[in-house]
């Protein structure tokens, strides 16, 4: 699962102008592209770095840290997977504090690692593809235990276009071909976890279109748990309608039992989950510097709903 680390692009000069100085320092050129696609349009801030080795805040203080909070599974594969997506976002951003918590089922969980970081400040990146319990419940409930460490809590992965790059990457690899595109005897299955949220089940919808345009061919959510279609109904309805060549887009961050259920029902056109793809990477990065970017810790939170 593990991909080499793309090169880093050269750093440029810091401005010699005092005031600009102050406003921007571009920590490294895709961090300065993911800075410029704010979602209302508006510039985010830039930093200065106090020292060479570590990102800093416009005060000179030392970067929030990174909380990557993955969900955990038994499956050996998943932490591992979700280890790789750390290491490439430290690629990205050499210097940041980037740590993991998990909500269950693996070392270490989140309250644990709020606890390494005692008297310091985090912002707390899910790697959760869209609105659910986990987010709207179980991460606020964690940061209100954790009152040492000053948090802010960053909008779920998805919906967003850096996730459609990694579906489309993760099918190329799994025998997508560009001649698919527009083919009427072929589509795709967006297979997700499910939730009983219907804001969850609104963002993977949100998703599936997004995926649609790209691909030129139906795109059909379907999950695993907590809501219909199931993965076998969505393939029976499309086979139907006479899409008999159907692949299974697996948006899963990382694999596990859900993740390998869904593949089964498509074992020879099946993706891989997204697992530490660049895109997703990328989008980290995105939804930290967005938290940053937040007045105060609330208006992370605020963002879900229009993210």
Known sequence: MTEPAPEHPQ?????????????????????????????????RPM????????????????????VAVAHGSRDPQALRTVLALLDRIRDLRPGLDVRLGHI????????????????????LVPLLLGRGHHVKRDLPAATAAA???????AAPLGPHP?????????????????ADHGDRHTAVVLAAAGSRDPDSAQDTRRTARLLAERLGVPVVPA????????????????????????????YFTAPGRFAGACADAVPHRAAAPLGAHPAMARLVLHRYDQARAALAPADAMSSLASA
Request: glycine share 6%.
């Open 147 to 153: 009152p040492a460490v000053r948090t802010r809590i």
């Open 162 to 178: 850096l996730l459609v790059e990694a579906l489309y990457g993760r099918l190329v690899e799994a025998g997508w071909d560009a």
């Open 104 to 123: 269950e089922l693996n070392a270490p969980l989140l309250p644990d690692t709020l606890d390494s970081l005692s008297g310091a400040e985090a912002v």
């Open 47 to 66: 930093h200065r770095t106090r020292y060479p080795d570590r990102p800093a805040a416009d005060n000179g203080a030392p970067a929030p840290a990174l």
């Open 223 to 250: 999950y695993a748990s907590a809501n219909t279609p199931t993965v076998p109904a969505a393939l029976r309805a499309l086979a139907a309608r006479g899409r008999h060549r159907a692949f299974l887009a697996s």
């Open 11 to 43: 750093q440029p000069p810091p401005p010699t102008d005092s005031t600009a100085h102050r406003l921007a320092r571009v920590t490294d050129h895709l961090g300065a592209q993911l800075s410029l696609a704010s979602p209302n349009g508006t510039p």
